[in-house]
């Protein structure tokens, strides 16, 4: 099957090349919009990789590509040296963030249903822009974006997931220079993962985060964010 890989691939121009490559950044498949803004292809340069059979467009809609041609371009991108470029990753991390914290008032709304299941089929997608994020210092992304995974996270039963995401992107801020937008998005980090330690009964670890959290809290100078980090071990 690399064989065959190789060569489709080689018979790509070298923009259609530079979409596929891209297009393998998405995990779990993407929407129209989503490609086009994140691969910055056109249309029709979609619908050709879709006529090659290199991706493939369901009823729903959205375009996939096979697990194992993700991987066989992943590679070919390494080889050249692009496959760690910033800006298709950046964009892609800008664009979940920025979109799932739009979901936040929809928990709340009778839309609850239809955004649960829109988070779900991205959720894939969210953990690497989530990851990244973390990784680079998108400190006001992850703050606007984390109400929104943490109702999700909570109303999908996911708790262990989101304590290991939430925890894991806690040690890389941690680590990052001090800044009043760094400090927030600790805060707001810290809460939600008191959140989902105390949802699954740890209420050990989630009582040793109290302090850290409140103090945290405090230091925002947002009611809000201080209030909710008293409100989870009410």
């Given at each position: 099957?690399?064989?065959?890989?190789?060569?489709?691939?080689?018979?790509?121009?070298?923009a259609?090349?530079?979409?596929?490559?891209?297009?393998?950044?998405?995990?779990?498949g993407?929407?129209?919009?989503?490609?086009?803004?994140?691969?910055?292809?056109?249309?029709?340069?979609?619908?050709?990789?879709?006529?090659?059979i290199?991706?493939?467009?369901?009823?729903?809609?959205?375009?996939?590509?096979?697990?194992?041609?993700?991987?066989?371009?992943?590679?070919?991108?390494?080889?050249?040296?692009?496959?760690?470029?910033?800006?298709?990753?950046?964009?892609?991390?800008?664009?979940?963030?920025?979109?799932?914290?739009?979901?936040?008032?929809?928990?709340?709304?009778?839309?609850l249903?239809?955004?649960?299941?829109?988070?779900r089929s991205?959720l894939?997608?969210?953990?690497?822009?989530?990851?990244w994020g973390?990784?680079?210092?998108?400190?006001?992304?992850?703050?606007?974006?984390?109400?929104?995974l943490?109702e999700?996270?909570?109303?999908s039963?996911?708790?262990?997931?989101?304590?290991?995401l939430?925890?894991?992107?806690?040690?890389?801020?941690?680590?990052?220079?001090a800044?009043?937008e760094?400090?927030?998005?600790?805060?707001?980090?810290?809460?939600?993962?008191m959140?989902?330690?105390?949802?699954?009964?740890?209420?050990?670890?989630?009582e040793?985060?109290?302090?850290?959290?409140?103090?945290?809290?405090?230091?925002?100078?947002d009611?809000?964010?201080?209030?909710?980090?008293?409100?989870?071990?009410?």
């Open positions: 099957i690399q064989a065959v890989f190789e060569a489709s691939w080689q018979l790509l121009t070298p259609e090349q530079r979409v596929l490559g891209r297009a393998a950044i998405f995990q779990g993407f929407t129209r919009q989503a490609g086009l803004q994140i691969t910055e292809a056109t249309l029709g340069e979609l619908s050709g990789l879709v006529a090659r290199l991706l493939r467009r369901t009823s729903a809609g959205r375009y996939m590509m096979h697990e194992l041609l993700r991987q066989f371009v992943t590679a070919k991108l390494e080889q050249s040296g692009e496959g760690q470029a910033n800006a298709p990753r950046e964009r892609h991390s800008h664009y979940y963030l920025d979109w799932v914290a739009k979901q936040t008032a929809a928990f709340f709304s009778a839309e249903p239809h955004v649960l299941t829109a988070l991205e894939a997608n969210l953990r690497v822009a989530w990851h973390a990784q680079h210092q998108q400190h006001e992304r992850l703050a606007e974006s984390v109400d929104a943490t999700f996270y909570e109303a039963g996911l708790l262990g997931e989101a304590e290991l939430f925890g894991e992107a806690l040690q890389a801020i941690r680590g990052q220079a800044t009043p760094q400090t927030i998005c600790e805060a707001k980090l810290t809460v939600a993962l959140r989902m330690l105390y949802g699954q009964g740890k209420l050990t670890a989630a040793e985060l109290f302090n850290c959290a409140h103090t945290l809290a405090k230091a925002t100078l009611p809000q964010i201080e209030f909710r980090s008293v409100r989870t071990l009410l």
